[in-house]
């Protein structure tokens, strides 16, 4: 297990897929993975594709992983959506808004383990169908 920092944020294929509906495959697929630097990914002996487990102070996810450029080494970045969620947290610090970068997240290699499905994860967090 390798601490990082948590960055989360809009992406184009975020946007986009949430206009198609936030059940769309789209979407889902965009805000269930993370991207990292490709010397992290080499330092971790992933690939993209593979599983990681995420692991913050406020809860742990299993997210798929893409590699990318645009992300500085010993960041990771997620997508605004349901899986960011479980790792942000809810203290506000009295501004009224949940710090969404700058969290320290634990990531490892989780390999035979999948991405909850969408719907299942609503489920288990807000016991809702």
């Known amino acids: ?12 294929v975020q946007g986009v897929g949430k206009e198609a509906g936030k059940f769309s495959d789209k979407y889902i697929q965009e805000v269930s993975t993370c991207q990292m630097d490709p010397e992290d990914l080499k330092m971790l002996n992933i690939k993209p594709g593979d599983c990681v487990r995420l692991t913050t102070e406020y809860g742990s996810v299993v997210l798929k992983v893409s590699s990318s450029a645009l992300v500085h ?11 960011a969620n ?5 203290k506000t610090g009295g501004t009224g808004m949940p710090s969404f970068k700058g969290i320290p997240v634990e990531v490892e290699p989780a390999p035979g383990e999948s991405v909850p499905e969408l719907k299942e ?9």
Do not use: E, Q
């Open 121 to 129: 994860l609503l489920v288990k967090m807000y016991g809702r169908k």
């Open 86 to 90: 479980l790792l942000i947290g809810t």
């Open 73 to 83: 080494r010993g960041s990771v970045f997620i997508p605004y959506g349901p899986y």
């Open 1 to 12: 297990m390798v601490r990082f920092t948590l960055l989360t944020g809009r992406s184009l």
